[in-house]
């Protein structure tokens, strides 16, 4: 995993904790999508050691992704996680490492289910820790590439359960406010820029049409802001990048390298059209979890009322 924080003076760490959530989340994501877009080994080096790392410690089984010390990263040190992961099982399907993705999304979900919409913390049991949600869009943007990857129905469902959610509770004459405590549902006077650009954005993809776009999709990168970039914009001469992945995704790698020296942009591993559609694949394996939500017949005693929340500088990216 990587450090949260830099001393721009002297180039000393600060902080001596690490996962995947604020704080770092958009570095693993550019590693990867870095690779992508350019082509360029190096970055997948990066992010393959850092996910290795990352899936060795930071993540306790399908049900918890907690942040750890790095000079001993058996110890957690946190009891909650923020909702600002909710972004890897996004890019665990880019990667190609599906199974996984699926079944942290899965825990996601029943977390969503119980409380409607994210909680930016929560506990191991599904509690709320901080209660505040601004309307992120993190998860929805990992149900989009679930579905995409799978077709699977059930992605479907759990975009229309959020759309309710929003209707329900968020919905404003101007807009779609913040909801500042998901115990009570009180409105805040606020809407972020990512509410338009990036949550709004995956969940019209998530149901359009193929005629509903006017481009085609697997030609395009999404920044961790969910802006489009063209992987056209590498230029990479693709006979290169062909041979380099050769070599570089072999033996037991959880990538599987489909490219051709006519498709140059088919170079991501496995490549940016994803998995043409494992739908029954996602359903067995979300079965084979035999998944039993925590009980929530204590949820208002374990909720902590007076605890700070973190403002959106916090993370990586100003509305991340």
């Given at each position: ?5 830099i ?7 600060l ?37 290795d ?10 049900l918890?992704m ?20 909710a972004f ?11 199974k ?5 999304h ?27 949600h ?9 149900t989009y590439?679930?579905y995409?990857?799978?077709k699977?129905?059930?992605y ?8 309710e ?5 968020a919905?404003v ?15 805040e ?12 954005k ?14 085609d ?5 999404f ?6 970039l ?6 990479t ?7 380099q ?5 072999s033996g037991?790698?959880f ?7 006519e ?12 998995f ?10 979300r ?16 909720v ?8 959106t ?8």
């Open positions: 995993p990587l450090f949260r924080s001393d721009i003076d002297t180039g000393a760490w902080r001596q904790d690490s996962g995947i959530g604020a704080g770092t989340d958009s570095y693993y994501e550019y590693c990867l999508k870095s690779y992508v877009l350019l082509g360029n080994l190096t970055y997948w080096d990066r992010f393959s050691k850092h996910y790392s990352v899936m060795r410690y930071v993540s306790s089984g399908p918890a907690v942040d750890v010390l790095l000079n001993n990263p058996l110890k957690r040190t946190k009891s909650y996680m923020d909702s600002l992961l890897w099982p996004g890019l665990q399907v880019l990667a190609g490492d599906l996984p993705a699926i079944e942290l899965h825990m996601l979900y029943h977390v969503t289910k119980r409380h409607k919409f994210l909680p930016e913390a929560f506990t191991v049991d599904f509690q709320v820790y901080w209660a505040h601004p309307l992120r869009p993190e998860f929805i943007e990992s590439f679930l995409k990857a799978t699977d129905p059930h479907l469902r759990v975009g229309e359960m959020a759309i959610s929003l209707q329900k509770h919905r004459p101007c807009g779609f406010a913040a909801i500042s405590d998901l115990r009570t549902f009180e409105q006077d606020r809407m972020d820029s990512f509410v338009l650009a990036e949550t709004f995956y969940l019209y993809l998530l149901f359009a049409d193929e005629g509903d776009v006017a481009f999709m697997d030609d395009f990168v920044t961790t802001e969910a802006h489009l063209p992987l056209t914009l590498a230029n001469d693709p006979t290169e990048a062909q041979d992945n050769s070599n570089q995704c037991d790698d990538c599987t390298v489909t490219e051709s020296v498709e140059p942009l088919s170079r991501s591993c496995p490549n940016i059209a994803m043409g559609g494992w739908t029954f694949y996602a359903d067995s394996v079965d084979a979890m035999n998944f039993q939500p925590p009980s929530s017949s204590s949820k208002s005693s374990k902590r009322q007076n605890v700070c929340r973190p403002t500088t916090a993370a990586t990216g100003d509305d991340k």
